[in-house]
């Protein structure tokens, strides 16, 4: 056992720091720490500066544009890139699309779609959740029938996240209606511009518009947009969800934003003294601060041991305890704004500081965390179950 | 000792629960009232007046009814259950109280008729962007020539550009008084905007503003303030029983409906014992809740009542914070929407818990009060 980075680790480390803290754009890590929504070119200008520097998709084969990395680094090059305000690379690209082509699809698919998908020239939407196909994801509906050379999709998506930006969706599509509901099931890829499809605004409970619903009237889509084979898309899918390791808990960012709320708590008391004189503030800090170290040497143990490539049974422990304390900071932050937290629609003239002003949607809106990627209480379904091996 | 309503009591309850069950019949009719002006509605406003709801607690001799807390809690509560953007504690229990407490007997009768009659909306402004829940304001008091003037910001106040009088609060010589601010007084700003739960604040600046103390010229009003303040935390209280009290039957009924692996959410006892444990939340900031009410009720010493005010605060904001959360993730995605009701209930639960003292604040106040007495004691 030995508590160092290696010399080399420790350099990378420093390389990282570097190259996030100088090379992308400050607009965009501005926009980051003053917890404001990034728009789409920022988000895209920001995994472009990544991907000149060989370093937006490390996960994938080296072939791809991946890197040798180990877990470790890996981890490292995520968490410093939280820590410097910077959004990781666009999760439905990088971290789901982009390694299923590279591990099932063609040779033509991987050469039509990966290198515009790491660049974000493409822009990814997910689309497997339907209305009545959530936490039950095998059960969805939409269908694909093929017609020669094309698949006809009719069905409904939702919850499509940034899919306003989309130009194309993956999808889970149900290739076979007779066999049991996890095998008639295709994993296909749709341009979203095809007539037939439409895209439908949500409004979330902060007001903002990030999700959307995704409708396919007889769409059509060519054969060769078909992952690997049909009818084994709930594999590609379980490899899709399952093979993320790194970063499922956003340590790094509520790191930056814990520190961030100290910061700022140390003039928001009455006529601007410190709230960190107050004990129980100061104690709710600590012990936040304190479970995060936790999770934060769990995630290092967690990639410290997975070599192997195998994914660390603790991977949802991760999960469950990385959005616990990403929204326990979100809702810290409502108490340290105080009143101020009320005047969310305010804009210029307004006497009260953004970071207040963002507080109170910010912690609305990240109640999705324990919903969303696998919900809490699946997490805990896969612990007590395949961990503990509790299964009624 | 009894915790019941009696039989009028009930009949005012569901008459009120009539009413706003009509007016606030889906969370889209909230919807669309929360995006326009001034964010609730001047009709369903006049029905509360007609039916007496908005004079309750004042005196006969002011205009009011000469009812009491115990009537203020029930519509309070009845306000939270379809979560009625209507301004019922802020206006009465807190413009109105402060009137009732601090006012000449000449501004009770004038501003307290009006008000009850649904004719006058007035706001208290006293919240400033640095002051946090301190009772200290910044705004500032003058005495110029026969009359006064005030000089400072007031940020969020809520309601405040609708406001038809300001109540304002002020330093003035030896502690803090109170004003009343008419909307197109000299020097007076109000700029409006939406807060994340449907209502309206203000940013309200005074630049040597013309104002009227409330009650007598240049006195300390805090005493009157904090006594005011802490039958609001109780009214607030109710308001988001009222308000727990639907997001835990909304998601108990999506338990029994919503189907996942082919059966409904329901059959997960890991579901289930969490509605369980929302409704013990609830049923114990009930016990609080009330209790709070009836020691304002039997008229107990100022400082008596803040306690308990405070006491009942800081148990609203913990189950608020716990049934708010988990009716949403109960719900799953479909919680997080605007267009569907349980967000709108976690969004309103925050927004009470922040108001006059959020948990924090009150568990602050309550801690440093711990050598008073050997045991709590509920009982007088
Ligand atoms: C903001 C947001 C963004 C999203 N983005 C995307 C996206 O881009 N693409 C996409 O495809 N999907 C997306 N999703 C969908 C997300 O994956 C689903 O919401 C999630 O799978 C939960 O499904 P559901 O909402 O239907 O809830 P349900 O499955 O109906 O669950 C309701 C509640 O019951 C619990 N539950 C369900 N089954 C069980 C069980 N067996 N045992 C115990 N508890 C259970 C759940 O944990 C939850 O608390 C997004 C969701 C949100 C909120």
Same mark, same amino acid.
């Given at each position: 056992?030995?508590?160092?980075?290696?010399?080399?680790?420790?350099?990378?480390?420093?390389?990282?720091?570097?190259?996030?803290?100088?090379?992308?754009?400050?607009?965009?890590?501005?926009?980051?720490?003053?917890? &404001?929504?990034?728009?789409?070119?920022?988000?895209?200008?920001?995994?472009?500066?990544?991907?000149?520097?060989?370093?937006?998709?490390?996960?994938?084969?080296?072939?791809?544009?991946?890197?040798?990395?180990?877990?470790?680094?890996?981890?490292?090059?995520?968490?410093?890139?939280?820590?410097?305000?910077?959004?990781?690379?666009?999760?439905?690209?990088?971290?789901?699309?982009?390694?299923?082509?590279?591990?099932?699809?063609?040779?033509?698919?991987?050469?039509?779609?990966?290198?515009?998908?790491?660049?974000?020239?493409?822009?990814?939407?997910?689309?497997?959740?339907?209305?009545?196909?959530?936490?039950?994801?095998?059960?969805?509906?939409?269908?694909?029938?093929?017609?020669?050379?094309?698949?006809?999709?009719?069905?409904?998506?939702?919850?499509?996240?940034?899919?306003?930006?989309?130009?194309?969706?993956?999808?889970?599509?149900?290739?076979?209606?007779?066999?049991?509901?996890?095998?008639?099931?295709?994993?296909?890829?749709?341009?979203?511009?095809?007539?037939?499809?439409?895209?439908?605004?949500?409004?979330?409970?902060?007001?903002?518009?990030?999700?959307?619903?995704?409708?396919?009237?007889?769409?059509?889509?060519?054969?060769?947009?078909?992952?690997?084979? !049909?009818?084994?898309?709930?594999?590609?899918?379980?490899?899709?969800?399952?093979?993320?390791?790194?970063?499922?808990?956003?340590?790094?960012?509520?790191?930056?934003?814990?520190?961030?709320?100290?910061?700022?708590?140390?003039?928001?008391?009455?006529?601007?003294?410190?709230?960190?004189?107050?004990?129980?503030?100061?104690?709710?800090?600590?012990?936040?601060?304190?479970?995060?170290?936790?999770?934060?040497?769990?995630?290092?143990?967690?990639?410290?041991?997975?070599?192997?490539?195998?994914?660390?049974?603790?991977?949802?422990?991760?999960?469950?305890?990385?959005?616990?304390?990403?929204?326990?900071?979100?809702?810290?932050?409502?108490?340290?704004?105080?009143?101020?937290?009320?005047?969310?629609?305010?804009?210029?003239?307004?006497?009260?500081?953004?970071?207040?002003?963002?507080?109170?949607?910010?912690?609305?809106?990240?109640?999705?965390?324990?919903?969303?990627?696998?919900?809490?209480?699946?997490?805990?379904?896969?612990?007590?179950?395949?961990?503990?091996?509790?299964?009624? | 000792?009894?915790?019941?309503?009696?039989?009028?009591?009930?009949?005012?309850?569901?008459?009120?629960?009539?009413?706003?069950?009509?007016?606030?019949?889906?969370?889209?009719?909230?919807?669309?009232?929360?995006?326009?002006?001034?964010?609730?509605?001047?009709?369903?406003?006049?029905?509360?007046?007609?039916?007496?709801?908005?004079?309750?607690?004042?005196?006969?001799?002011?205009?009011?009814?000469?009812?009491?807390?115990? !009537?203020?809690?029930?519509?309070?509560? !009845?306000?939270?259950?379809?979560?009625?953007?209507?301004?019922?504690?802020?206006?009465?229990?807190?413009?109105?109280?402060?009137?009732?407490?601090?006012?000449?007997?000449?501004?009770?009768?004038?501003?307290?008729?009006?008000?009850?009659?649904?004719?006058?909306?007035?706001?208290?402004?006293?919240?400033?962007?640095?002051?946090?829940?301190? !009772?200290?304001?910044?705004?500032?008091?003058?005495?110029?020539?026969?009359?006064?003037?005030?000089?400072?910001?007031?940020?969020?106040?809520?309601?405040?550009?609708?406001?038809?009088?300001?109540?304002?609060?002020?330093?003035?010589?030896?502690?803090?008084?109170?004003?009343?601010?008419?909307?197109?007084?000299?020097?007076?700003? &109000?700029?409006?905007?939406?807060?994340?739960?449907?209502?309206?604040?203000?940013?309200?600046?005074?630049?040597?503003?013309?104002?009227?103390?409330?009650?007598?010229?240049?006195?300390?009003?805090?005493?009157?303030?904090?006594?005011?303040?802490?039958?609001?935390?109780?009214?607030?209280?109710?308001?988001?029983?009222?308000?727990?009290?639907?997001?835990?039957?909304?998601?108990?009924?999506?338990?029994?409906?919503?189907?996942?692996?082919?059966?409904?959410?329901?059959?997960?006892?890991?579901?289930?014992?969490?509605?369980?444990?929302?409704?013990?939340?609830?049923?114990?900031?009930?016990?609080?809740?009330?209790?709070?009410?009836?020691?304002?009720?039997?008229?107990?010493?100022?400082?008596?009542?803040?306690?308990?005010?405070?006491?009942?605060?800081?148990?609203?904001?913990?189950?608020?914070?716990?049934?708010?959360?988990?009716?949403?993730?109960?719900?799953?995605?479909?919680?997080?929407?605007?267009?569907?009701?349980?967000?709108?209930?976690?969004?309103?639960?925050?927004?009470?818990?922040?108001?006059?003292?959020?948990?924090?604040?009150?568990?602050?106040?309550?801690?440093?009060?711990?050598?008073?007495?050997?045991?709590?004691?509920?009982?007088?």
């Amino acid at each position: 056992m030995k508590l160092q980075l290696s010399e080399e680790d420790a350099a990378f480390r420093e390389e990282m720091r570097t190259f996030f803290t100088t090379q992308i754009p400050q607009d965009i890590r501005d926009t980051v720490t003053a917890r &404001r929504e990034l728009s789409k070119d920022q988000i895209v200008r920001s995994m472009q500066a990544m991907n000149a520097a060989g370093i937006a998709v490390p996960n994938w084969p080296v072939e791809w544009g991946g890197k040798d990395w180990t877990p470790l680094q890996r981890h490292i090059w995520h968490e410093e890139m939280q820590l410097a305000g910077v959004m990781p690379p666009l999760a439905f690209n990088a971290s789901m699309v982009g390694p299923v082509i590279a591990a099932f699809g063609s040779q033509e698919l991987k050469e039509r779609f990966l290198p515009k998908t790491a660049n974000l020239d493409i822009w990814w939407s997910q689309g497997f959740s339907e209305p009545d196909a959530g936490s039950d994801l095998a059960s969805l509906r939409t269908t694909a029938v093929r017609e020669g050379d094309e698949y006809v999709v009719n069905g409904q998506k939702t919850w499509t996240t940034l899919g306003q930006y989309g130009d194309w969706i993956f999808t889970l599509v149900r290739t076979d209606p007779t066999v049991k509901k996890q095998a008639g099931i295709s994993f296909l890829l749709i341009d979203m511009t095809s007539p037939g499809l439409t895209v439908r605004p949500i409004e979330l409970i902060d007001g903002g518009h990030e999700v959307n619903e995704v409708f396919f009237d007889n769409v059509r889509v060519p054969v060769e947009n078909l992952v690997g084979e !049909e009818n084994k898309g709930w594999d590609y899918a379980k490899f899709l969800l399952g093979n993320e390791r790194v970063g499922v808990a956003p340590v790094g960012s509520t790191k930056r934003t814990l520190a961030q709320a100290k910061e700022y708590a140390k003039t928001a008391g009455a006529g601007g003294t410190s709230l960190l004189d107050d004990p129980l503030l100061a104690a709710q800090i600590a012990e936040l601060e304190n479970d995060l170290l936790a999770l934060e040497l769990t995630a290092l143990r967690v990639v410290a041991n997975s070599a192997d490539g195998k994914p660390h049974p603790a991977s949802s422990v991760l999960k469950l305890q990385g959005t616990v304390l990403q929204q326990a900071v979100t809702e810290l932050w409502v108490d340290i704004a105080g009143p101020n937290a009320l005047a969310t629609g305010a804009g210029e003239g307004s006497d009260v500081p953004e970071l207040a002003r963002t507080a109170t949607p910010n912690y609305l809106n990240y109640r999705k965390a324990s919903i969303y990627g696998g919900s809490n209480e699946v997490q805990r379904q896969i612990i007590a179950g395949t961990i503990l091996g509790l299964r009624g | 000792m009894d915790f019941t309503l009696d039989s009028e009591q009930i009949a005012l309850r569901d008459a009120v629960r009539g009413l706003l069950g009509k007016a606030y019949d889906s969370s889209e009719t909230r919807r669309q009232v929360t995006k326009t002006d001034p964010g609730w509605d001047e009709k369903t406003w006049q029905r509360l007046a007609e039916m007496g709801a908005l004079g309750l607690p004042f005196a006969e001799e002011d205009g009011g009814f000469g009812a009491g807390p115990v !009537e203020v809690s029930i519509v309070a509560e !009845e306000i939270g259950r379809v979560i009625a953007p209507e301004p019922y504690v802020e206006a009465v229990v807190l413009a109105g109280g402060l009137v009732a407490a601090a006012g000449t007997a000449e501004q009770r009768a004038e501003i307290i008729g009006a008000l009850a009659e649904g004719t006058l909306v007035p706001a208290f402004a006293h919240t400033e962007p640095a002051a946090r829940y301190s !009772e200290k304001p910044t705004v500032t008091a003058a005495a110029s020539g026969d009359g006064w003037t005030l000089t400072g910001v007031k940020e969020p106040v809520l309601g405040g550009a609708r406001a038809d009088l300001l109540i304002v609060s002020a330093a003035v010589e030896g502690g803090t008084g109170l004003f009343l601010v008419k909307p197109d007084a000299d020097g007076l700003t &109000r700029t409006s905007y939406a807060t994340f739960d449907g209502g309206r604040a203000a940013h309200i600046a005074f630049a040597s503003t013309p104002a009227t103390p409330l009650g007598e010229p240049g006195a300390d009003q805090s005493a009157a303030i904090a006594s005011v303040i802490a039958a609001a935390q109780i009214a607030y209280g109710h308001e988001a029983l009222g308000a727990m009290a639907t997001a835990l039957e909304t998601t108990t009924a999506y338990l029994k409906t919503r189907k996942q692996f082919g059966v409904p959410l329901m059959t997960f006892q890991a579901l289930t014992f969490r509605a369980a444990d929302m409704y013990v939340s609830l049923e114990l900031a009930r016990s609080t809740v009330t209790w709070a009410t009836l020691v304002l009720l039997d008229g107990a010493a100022a400082e008596d009542v803040i306690e308990a005010a405070s006491r009942a605060k800081l148990q609203v904001s913990k189950a608020g914070r716990h049934i708010g959360q988990e009716a949403i993730q109960l719900h799953g995605g479909i919680g997080m929407t605007a267009e569907y009701s349980v967000g709108h209930y976690t969004s309103r639960l925050t927004a009470i818990d922040h108001l006059l003292g959020d948990g924090r604040h009150h568990l602050s106040a309550l801690s440093t009060s711990l050598d008073d007495h050997g045991v709590v004691e509920p009982l007088p």
